[in-house]
């Protein structure tokens, strides 16, 4: 089993919306689930403690670093990340490891 972990942080000119972009971003993104072959679930957190410095977390599940690379290309996660998470990113980092 794999596993992608990514965490974001809103632009600043965003800092307004936050909110709302980060409901979007958990909204579509976990809708991908059931969608995406090899993708066994993609849970999005977005309600950090106050220690945290990121603004909105992804914890992926995938079979295989193969159903991962896939995923990443796949036309509705494109769709999804360009819609309602890139354009308001500042910082991304990713982490992902197997089990």
């Known amino acids: 089993m794999v596993r992608h972990v990514i965490i ?3 632009k600043d000119k965003y800092a307004d919306k936050a909110a709302e972009i980060k ?3 958990k909204k579509e993104l976990e809708a991908l689930n059931g969608q995406i072959p090899g993708m066994k679930s993609l849970v999005i957190r977005t309600e950090g403690l106050p220690s945290s410095n990121g603004d909105l977390m992804l ?3 995938y079979n295989s670093t193969e159903d991962l690379n896939a995923y990443s290309v796949h ?3 494109v769709y ?3 819609t309602f998470v890139r354009p308001y990113m500042q910082v991304r980092m990713c982490f992902d490891y197997e089990e």
């Open 8 to 10: 974001w942080k809103i």
């Open 23 to 25: 409901a979007n971003a």
């Open 59 to 61: 914890d992926g599940e």
């Open 75 to 77: 036309p509705k996660h």
């Open 80 to 82: 999804v990340a360009d």
